[in-house]
């Protein structure tokens, strides 16, 4: 790996040793870096970290429930050549302009590289990842419509994320570099809050990130907060007015609770619960 390559964060993404490597392990093995962690701590913007840092193109795919793998590559609009063909008006003989590239297709038939994110993998059906092995591995793809091979001039950086709602195939590990996203520790939060905040007060964040990790140190919570909930609510606290010692003093009606608690279940957890160490 040539030193340009090498990642090491961006001025608004924090990234940990830990991560740095795993990226920089990824590009020079060629390899897709699967990246799980809770939901808020920066899977999905590290993609766009990475394309920023390495000034590179970013190509995104969101992976829903009913998402089929060749959507990635391409899909044959068989519709519309038919309603051509019925009403007229088209030449439906030419089945190129009927084809769309999908996210994947584009990233493999790119004029140079790029960075490629396939967003919440573990959405779709459990067959999904092995279903996309092969152009993974080989970096080309068929497009049976056109009889046509397209070959990848340029790898591309494929960065997956999961929030591990369901295990992933063994063939399909076996073929990334793996990094979990630890939560981030008092002095990271702060790091992050900076880069994001500047200006906010220093007292309230200080207080914030302190009743912050009280909160996700409590008993029974159904979704602990997340760091971009975090950043969310100090916006929210600043433009209110709230003071620092209104929210440290908040031990059962935290400030606009909503911005942090998405669950009846757990407000009333946080009032009534005494918090574990964080």
Not at 224 to 252: H, I, Q
Request: hydrophobic letters at 45%; one cysteine or more.
């Amino acid at each position: 790996m040539t030193e340009f390559q090498r990642f090491t964060g961006t001025l608004r993404y924090i990234a940990d040793d830990g991560l740095a490597a795993a990226v920089n392990a990824a590009v020079a093995l060629e390899r897709p870096l699967l990246v799980k962690g809770e939901p808020g701590t920066g899977k999905t913007l590290l993609a766009q970290a990475v394309a920023d840092a390495l000034a590179l193109p970013l190509i995104t795919w969101h992976i829903k429930s009913t998402t089929k793998a060749v959507e990635g590559l391409y899909t044959y609009d068989v519709v519309a050549r038919l309603n051509d063909a019925r009403f007229g008006g088209s030449d439906v003989s030419n089945i190129r302009k009927y084809i769309r590239l999908g996210p994947l297709g584009r990233a493999l038939t790119s004029d140079g590289p790029v960075v490629l994110l396939i967003d919440e993998v573990d959405k779709a059906d459990l067959e999904f990842p092995n279903d996309l092995l092969r152009e993974l591995d080989e970096m080309k793809f068929f497009i049976p419509e056109l009889d046509e091979t397209y070959t990848a001039q340029h790898r591309p950086i494929v960065l997956i994320t999961s929030n591990a709602e369901k295990e992933l195939p063994d063939a399909f590990l076996r073929r990334c570099v793996f990094h979990y996203i630890a939560f981030p520790d008092r002095e990271r939060l702060k790091r992050i809050v900076r880069v994001h905040h500047p200006d906010l007060d220093d007292k309230l964040v200080d207080a914030a990130i302190d009743r912050f990790a009280r909160l996700r140190g409590q008993d029974g919570l159904r979704k602990r907060p997340s760091t971009s909930e975090l950043l969310d609510w100090l916006v929210v606290l600043a433009r209110a007015g709230v003071r620092a010692e209104e929210v440290a003093e908040a031990l059962k009606n935290i400030p606009f609770a909503g911005v942090l608690l998405k669950d009846s279940d757990d407000v009333e957890a946080a009032g009534r619960t005494r918090p574990r160490g964080y």
